[in-house]
């Protein structure tokens, strides 16, 4: 019932920035919790930022410093800043909402880095 889209992937050189997008179809983002999730070639899903249903923010040891998670106070939008960019960075990204209720996933936006 709820859908949720990324956009703003792409190829970017090393070192470069870029910001993901997820609109969600109502405003799922205000309750409960948000995250961006990614996976590589060959590799298990992994989570790499958050925000929990208690507002506080996580980030996976390799993204602290370099990457932002946010939300819009309507709760129709949520972002990934990514800045500084690696080779390794180089995934299908994922948005993800979840509550006691749900677990909402969009359908990924690619993201390579690459010179």
């Known amino acids: 019932q709820v859908h949720l889209v990324e956009s703003g992937g792409g190829l970017v050189q090393p070192g470069g920035s870029l910001r993901l997008s997820c609109a969600a179809s109502?405003?799922?983002?205000?309750?409960?919790?948000v995250a961006w999730y990614r996976q590589a070639p060959g590799k298990e899903r992994e989570l790499v930022a958050e925000?929990?249903?208690?507002?506080?923010?996580n980030y996976v040891d390799s993204v602290k410093g370099r990457f932002t998670i946010s939300r819009d106070n309507a709760g129709n939008t949520m972002y990934l800043q990514m800045n500084s960019l690696k080779p390794e960075d180089t995934a299908v990204y994922y948005c993800?909402?979840?509550?006691?209720?749900?677990?909402?996933w969009g359908q990924g936006t690619q993201v390579t880095v690459s010179s």
């Open positions: 993800n909402a979840k509550s006691y209720y749900y677990n909402y």
């Open positions: 109502g405003n799922i983002f205000s309750i409960g919790a």
């Open positions: 925000i929990t249903s208690a507002g506080s923010t």
